[in-house]
Nanobody, 122 residues
Framework: QVHLVESGGGSVQAGGSLRLSCTAS????????MAWFRQAPGQEREGVAK??????RPWSGDGGRFTISQDNAKNTVYLEMNSLKPEDTGMYYC?????????????????WGQGTQVTVSS
């Protein structure tokens, strides 16, 4: 079992930045991928960034505004979000997967955090 705890959400004005953190505990040696997902009210959960935990190879969408990174010594993954827009508003979830291939699909991830709220005002 893996336990994930997110932090760092909050309210910012458009154009601002936030850094989210996700700390993992438990059987973390099983994890092969970690990712961040966003879910706006009434919308489906969508992936915004992922990272292979062994190689550290990252991927992020949103035109380079978001950057995912990790600190393996702290079992922590970060999501740096810059130039935030009102449409970035939503609950941000951290997820951990144990498969060989890291996708950006929610169904590929076995463990989930409780989420942290991000609100961007115009």
């Amino acid at each position: 079992q893996v336990h994930l705890v997110e932090s760092g959400g909050g309210s910012v004005q458009a154009g601002g930045s936030l850094r989210l953190s996700c700390t993992a505990s438990g059987n973390t040696y099983n994890m092969s991928c970690m990712a961040w997902f966003r879910q706006a009210p009434g919308q489906e959960r969508e992936g915004v960034a992922k990272i292979y935990t062994v190689s550290g190879r990252p991927w992020s969408g949103d035109g380079g505004r978001f950057t995912i990174s990790q600190d393996n010594a702290k079992n922590t993954v970060y999501l740096e979000m810059n130039s935030l827009k009102p449409e970035d508003t939503g609950m941000y979830y951290c997820a951990a997967g144990v498969g060989r291939i890291c996708t950006i699909l929610p169904g590929s991830y076995k463990y989930w955090g409780q989420g942290t709220q991000v609100t961007v005002s115009s």
